[in-house]
């Protein structure tokens, strides 16, 4: 392994005669070498580290590239390409999702020509024998272990985006290619600025050979951080320089901050804390230099920040970037809602980005994009409310839109006719969008169980889009202040742009069968033991083992303060914290088993109940117009003695419902007719007062367990008010200390357990898993094998072709027969329990299935599911996650043909959510129908279930994540 300067020596020639002359000889024997000829394809010059890691490439090497956000790596992975083409060998070009696959695969076939390039995604191919071939980088690990034909001749790798190893759902995936190459291949790792690219390097050079590490923090595009305040836009650091001109030795230095914005955060919250500040009183009404660009532009009006009180509105952003010439913009919203009102405000306020002439370009571009989409569709798919924005050239880019949508914001975007996009992260880790500048409305976000702060690596890949190359001379990073903003901790994340790579790998069902099919058991754990996860973790025990020593020194000061005259103090706080778990633990139970019944008592409502809605934000009496009990949430349409038609739900009531009277409502009623509902209304009163009063009862929500959880709380309050140490008068003050004991001792004896477990880590849990194989009969012992040697039984080598996180569950069900009975669309409700993913509220929820052979079918895949889950458990291996039924119905009725508007009916999603969806349970069923030994029917009903889903808004969706 070699790191390497960006700088290579001829670049820095000097000026003498006999100096210039050597150094044309060198530029006149390089262009006879393929570097020279590659380079004679671009007409702007090649920056030091591009020459560097090429002439790497063409000597021999691997390289590992590691750049800031735009700043050309990928010019590194097309001359793999070119070498691949000059020499007639094959070249894969590796993306992390089908959007970058989609792209990259236009950019080289309209640069080599269709014929020499193909593509290869979940639900893509074409020209896949072509000699450069765009894929994502699971189908590349599916061809390794299926060893796949299109693998001969392959001279050169490109795995674009390789940081995406740290993803704890995916990343593995890119460990496995990068461990499973033949030897013969060069690997092209193209990364983001990552702090610890020697490591990584150092890892690739152990297990690809010579690889060289190509390191550039240099961004070609400048990129200013700015905050802004009211409408106003104030530089973030101090000075007239951008972070980028800094001299900064220490890389985790912050340069000096404006002094204007942290005497505005000093103010703002000495106002707070007298009460006047949210009232607009009391404090500087503002405070903080102007910005006014790099060429003198004002960017706000008036002479100073408004008060920071007042945040911009998305559609104030808007104009003062406009105003400052800062457009085009990507807006980043953690929120897809929140990217769609944007735009809906910023059409409401009036905003117009565009020419007439512009208009008429971007109506062309949608009306051919949208041609194919039928007409009923278009009011679902919120078509014209999308248009009126793309128009203005305002839009808003999330995965919850339609693929095609999507697609045409991106087009418009690159051609310049979008100039604003609200977005979520997804864009950041996607497609190539870049912009003048970024704004972050906030600098936290929900990570699917909380909300947390974005951290550095993030802000840095969210700010990296601004400045377009080749188009903009610097690009610029707004941060819109919130109350209690803190300009320190953003210059922190502004000027820390770089971040650790860690591995995410772990061995699954899937990989450790085919390793042990294609090398045996012993082979299998040497290949695991050279990943980058066991690399790493093998580095850390020395640094783990001195945290440990630091720590136990500050326990044994902690246990001496908490020292009790009265008695055990550390047997007392014992007792307070068993008690303090098992209160939240029943609470939580009892919220649990109070939303179940309100949720079995709504889903049991009928037509003419009368009941009292007694919470939320409009109490009062009403009688049930309509209940789907389908619904994996049940919402009554009910007509309120108001007058008023509303859909309730379990947030409306204090308790189970319980129907107070019926009514018999009209065959005739019509809900559009006033009379209808003020006559029903009239019978509904009189319901209301002829009522039963129903005798008091508090609801009933207990069960044994429960009922066990009571009887352990009052004996740990029993023996927490026996204990001695509950009358010292210090009791409090020692609570705080065993507290702070209680914390460390935990998170120390978490250090040594690492420790402990660090060696040998990824191999033992291979064994683990390997266990569970033997225990299910996927894996046998071999006839005459030395040791524990393994091999696949029928069973296993069914389960060699399925991927994904329930890959065993899968296999499973397969072997119990749960598909054998299932029609089309049954198939595709039963696969889409198996990749659906809902919303943490959601988990958990069984619904009512369409049918009683998918209930059947459904009732093995639980069973199944909680079995496993216990071994796993038992066996320390991270657990199979919980089947999800919230995409049952609406496949099912796609599957059975059901017009869009009504398959969404009821539900929380969003047309582009449920094509993705869609996508996914395609590409389970593919893979279910090439699975050997299938019962019969089985696959055809796969494939029939297919061709069922892939119609109207999923057929014409291209392809996205």
């Not at 010579?210 to 990129?223: N, Q, Y």
């Not at 008429?360 to 569709?377: G, N, T, V, Y």
Request: proline fraction near 4%; glycine fraction near 8%; charged fraction near 25%.
């Amino acid at each position: 392994m070699r790191a390497q300067s960006s700088v290579h020596p001829d670049e820095s020639a000097g000026n003498s005669p006999a100096e210039r002359f050597e150094a044309a000889k060198q530029r006149q024997a390089e262009s006879q070498t393929e570097f020279g000829a590659f380079k004679e394809t671009f007409d702007f010059g090649l920056d030091d580290f591009q020459v560097t890691a090429c002439r790497s490439l063409e000597a021999g090497r691997g390289v590992l590239v590691a750049a800031p956000t735009g700043a050309g790596k990928t010019i590194v992975g097309e001359f793999a390409v070119y070498l691949a083409l000059s020499r007639g060998l094959k070249a894969f070009y590796t993306t992390p999702i089908k959007a970058l696959s989609n792209q990259k695969y236009s950019e080289l076939a309209a640069k080599y020509g269709a014929a020499d390039v193909g593509l290869l995604t979940g639900d893509s191919s074409i020209n896949p024998e072509a000699s450069i071939v765009v894929m994502t980088t699971e189908v590349l690990r599916n061809m390794l272990y299926a060893g796949s034909d299109s693998l001969d001749d392959l001279a050169f790798v490109v795995m674009d985006e390789v940081h995406y190893l740290a993803d704890r759902f995916r990343g593995a995936v890119w460990e496995e290619v990068i461990i499973h190459l033949p030897t013969d291949v060069q690997v092209v790792s193209l990364s983001a600025t990552v702090s610890n690219a020697e490591e990584f390097g150092a890892w690739l050079d152990t297990v690809r050979g010579s690889t060289d590490i190509i390191v550039s923090e240099h961004r070609p595009i400048p990129l200013w951080q700015h905050v802004m305040v009211g409408k106003d836009i104030v530089d973030l650091f101090a000075g007239d320089t951008s972070f980028d001109q800094l001299a900064v030795a220490d890389r985790d230095a912050v340069p000096a901050v404006n002094t204007e914005l942290l005497e505005l955060a000093r103010t703002e919250s000495e106002n707070r804390s007298r009460g006047r500040f949210a009232h607009g009183r009391g404090g500087r009404s503002g405070g903080g230099k102007q910005w006014h660009g790099r060429k003198g532009q004002a960017a706000g009006r008036g002479d100073a920040p408004q008060s920071p009180a007042r945040t911009a509105s998305r559609s104030q952003v808007v104009l003062a970037l406009e105003r400052a010439n800062l457009l085009p913009a990507i807006y980043f919203i953690f929120s897809r809602a929140g990217c769609d009102a944007a735009v809906r405000q910023c059409v409401d306020a009036g905003i117009m980005l565009t020419t007439e002439a512009e208009r008429q370009e971007i109506a062309a571009l949608i009306d051919a994009a949208s041609e194919d989409i039928p007409s009923d569709d278009l009011d679902v798919l919120g078509f014209w409310s999308w248009r009126e924005g793309l128009l203005r050239g305002i839009a808003s880019h999330h995965a919850g839109m339609l693929p095609t949508f999507k697609e045409v914001v991106e087009s418009l975007f690159a051609r310049g006719l979008v100039r604003a996009v609200f977005a979520t992260e997804t864009l950041a880790l996607g497609v190539n969008m870049p912009a003048r500048s970024v704004v972050l409305e906030k600098l936290e976000k929900f990570n699917g169980e909380a909300h947390v702060n974005i951290t550095a690596g993030e802000y840095t890949q969210l700010t990296g889009r601004a400045g377009r190359r080749g188009i903009d001379v610097e690009g610029h990073a707004v941060v819109l202040w919130q109350p209690g903003t803190d300009p320190g901790a953003v210059a922190g994340l502004a000027s820390r742009r770089t971040y650790p790579l860690n591995s995410s790998f772990r061995p699954t069902y899937n990989m450790s069968i085919n390793l042990i099919a294609q090398f045996g058991r012993a082979r299998a754990r040497e290949i695991l033991e050279s990943s980058f996860a066991q690399f790493q973790a093998d580095r850390s025990v020395v640094g783990l083992a001195r945290q440990v020593r630091s720590r136990e020194e500050s326990l044994a000061g902690y246990r001496e303060s908490m020292t009790c005259h009265l008695g055990d103090f550390a047997e007392y706080a014992r007792l307070r914290r068993e008690l303090s778990d098992a209160e939240n633990a029943a609470s939580k139970q009892h919220s649990r088993a109070r939303r179940d019944a309100v949720d079995e008592s709504l889903a049991g409502l009928r037509p003419g109940d009368v009941l009292e809605i007694t919470a939320g934000r409009m109490p009062g009496f009403a009688v049930v117009l309509s209940n789907d009990p389908n619904l994996h949430e049940p919402k009554p349409t009910v007509l309120t003695d108001a007058r008023e038609t509303r859909r309730i739900n379990r947030h409306d009531l204090d308790g189970p419902a319980v129907p107070i009277n019926k009514l018999r409502i009209p065959k005739q009623f019509n809900l559009r007719q006033a009379k209808d509902r003020k006559d029903l209304v009239a019978a509904l009163r009189h319901a209301v007062q002829t009522a039963e009063p129903a005798a008091a009862q508090p609801p009933a929500f207990s069960s044994s367990r429960q009922v066990e959880q009571e009887a352990k709380i009052s004996a740990l309050r029993r023996a927490l008010r026996g204990h001695p140490c509950h009358g010292c008068s210090d009791r409090e003050a020692h609570a705080r200390w065993s507290e702070r004991w209680w914390r460390l001792r935990r998170e120390t004896d978490a250090l040594v357990q690492q420790i402990q477990s660090r060696t040998g880590t990824i191999a033992k849990t291979f064994d683990r898993v390997c266990g569970v194989l033997e225990s299910y009969g996927f894996l046998t012992p071999a006839p005459g094998g030395e040791g524990r040697e393994l091999k696949p039984t029928a069973d296993g080598q069914r389960l060699r072709r399925i991927y994904g996180e329930k890959d065993l569950l899968i296999a499973l069900c397969l072997r119990e027969g749960a598909l054998d009975q299932l029609e089309a669309a049954e198939m595709a409700a039963f696969a889409s329990a198996l990749v659906y993913q809902s919303k943490r509220e959601e988990r958990g929820l069984r619904v009512k299935m369409p049918s009683a052979a998918l209930d059947a079918s459904m009732d093995v895949l639980v069973r199944q599911w909680s079995m496993l889950e216990d071994l796993e458990s038992q066996s320390r291996l991270p657990l199979t996650s919980e089947p999800e039924f919230g995409l049952v119905w609406p496949i099912h009725k796609w599957a059975r043909g059901r017009h869009l508007e009504r398959v969404l009916e009821g539900t929380d999603l969003a047309a582009g959510d449920f094509v993705r969806w869609a996508k996914q349970v395609i590409d389970l069923l593919d893979q279910l129908a090439s699975v050997p030994g299938l019962a019969p029917g089985v696959r055809s009903a796969c494939v029939e279930a297919i061709e069922r889903i892939r119609r109207g808004v999923v057929a014409y969706s291209s392809l996205a994540e």
